[in-house]
């Protein structure tokens, strides 16, 4: 799209960034042509990246278990998801791209081990269950923290949440379905079942981000109505409708302390599957280099697809 | 043009006969009928559409939002382009 130019002196800058703070407070949305302070636009990049990674990610642990899944419906339920997961990672690279950043380049950072996705991902799915745990559990506290974000003061990424909310509620109740299937079953199922909790609980807690005395982006992000709650505000609140939910289930939530050092070790890199993961991304991102080439090739010869 | 550099298109899906279609979001792809597919993909895996447009983000010319206050200011002085404007006599019927 052709932009119209103009000054920027020192009145324009002002003025402008009266005008963002007046749309900010009325709670009105931003949209992408609009004047923004940088340090917004920056913290909305890294944001929506770290968003858009963890979707595609996210497709790994779960993917695992594909061929694996118990019956034809468990396998197309799954398929489904991970179809949805891949999905959700494009609106969110196209909801970034109108800030001005390219999705390759996004891309080439994650491979690159300069932009994160979240520190859940670097567990394994050791066993079946562990797809249900997901689905109740990470998805459910995704849906915690991603309901808010509805409401955010970007409208791209905003409109892209109220796509992904409307899904993950499928993706949350197929995990606890399997999941009462299994607490229902055998004794060794149900104890999978309760294993597969029991490992899922911690890192779903870490999902919404350190306590707010240490999370060095929430004020700012919360000023700029990107964030509307703190992440132990959201934490309470996913612990508080995890508890019920679990009881229906047979199943008990463990008790005890988050172990913040944890945390910290996965997000240095030190988690179980962080390698892994991003080797398989890097892996996945190069074998699919030929389906690329071929579509260029393809649209070049019948003159279509004109560069932007 | 490079794997790289594959073009940007926006979407529009008509979500049943009978309305317009509707903006969805945007997607990169090397020619319109790979762009028409990946739509379908996207944007209509739980049957939210019946009919997909494909435009290449590059044609779209949009007004700029620092013209916002003087390019839509014409209409703000005429609200007699509005049927309220008008006062009718109370009782009367089909107006």
Same mark, same amino acid.
């Given at each position: ?9 020192? /009145? ?44 595609? &990610? ?8 594909? /061929? ?8 197309? &339920? ?41 520190? &859940? ?5 050791? /066993? ?181 | ?19 317009? *279609?509707? *903006? ?57 382009? *509005? ?13």
């Amino acid at each position: 799209m052709a932009t119209v130019a103009y000054g920027t002196d020192r /009145t324009d800058e002002a003025a402008r960034q009266a005008a963002f703070d007046a749309a900010v407070a009325a709670d009105e949305r931003i949209e992408p042509r609009d004047w923004m302070p940088d340090a917004y636009r920056a913290s909305l990049v890294r944001q929506m990246a770290q968003h858009a990674h963890s979707e595609i &990610i996210g497709m790994q642990p779960e993917a695992n278990w594909i /061929t694996r899944a118990p019956s034809l419906r468990r396998k197309a &339920i799954l398929m489904a998801k991970v179809q949805d997961e891949a999905g959700h990672g494009l609106y969110l690279y196209s909801a970034a791209e109108t800030l001005g950043t390219s999705r390759e380049e996004l891309l080439d950072k994650l491979h690159a081990g300069r932009q994160r996705y979240s520190s &859940i991902f670097n567990y394994p799915t050791l /066993t079946w269950a562990d797809v249900g745990a997901i689905g109740w559990l990470v998805d459910g506290a995704a849906i915690t923290n991603q309901v808010p974000l509805c409401r955010c003061s970007y409208g791209p990424y905003a409109r892209a949440m109220v796509r992904i909310c409307k899904e993950e509620s499928f993706h949350q109740r197929q995990g606890y379905e399997l999941l009462l299937a299994l607490s229902r079953g055998t004794p060794a199922q149900h104890a999978m079942a309760q294993d597969a909790v029991d490992r899922w609980w911690w890192p779903s807690l870490m999902m919404f981000g350190p306590p707010d005395e240490e999370s060095g982006h929430s004020a700012q992000s919360m000023a700029w109505k990107i964030k509307r709650h703190s992440n132990d505000e959201l934490r309470r609140r996913f612990i508080e409708i995890s508890g019920p939910q679990a009881d229906a289930l047979g199943l008990t939530l463990p008790t005890g302390e988050i172990d913040w050092d944890e945390f910290k070790e996965v997000l240095k890199g030190n988690g179980p599957c962080n390698e892994q993961r991003i080797a398989q991304r890097r892996r996945a991102h190069e074998e699919g280099a030929w389906v690329r080439d071929a579509a260029v090739a393809y649209a070049a010869k019948h003159g279509e697809g004109k560069p932007s | 043009m490079t794997a790289t550099d594959w073009p940007l298109w926006e979407v529009f899906v008509r979500s049943r006969r009978g309305l317009s *279609h509707t *903006h969805a979001g945007s997607l990169h792809a090397p020619d319109a009928e790979m762009a028409l597919r990946n739509a379908r993909d996207l944007y209509t895996r739980r049957s939210e559409g019946v009919s997909i447009w494909v435009v290449p983000s590059t044609a779209v010319t949009a007004s700029s939002p620092d013209e916002k206050d003087s390019f839509f200011e014409p209409a703000g002085d005429k609200p007699y382009r *509005h049927p309220t404007f008008y006062e009718i006599p109370e009782g009367v019927q089909h107006l």
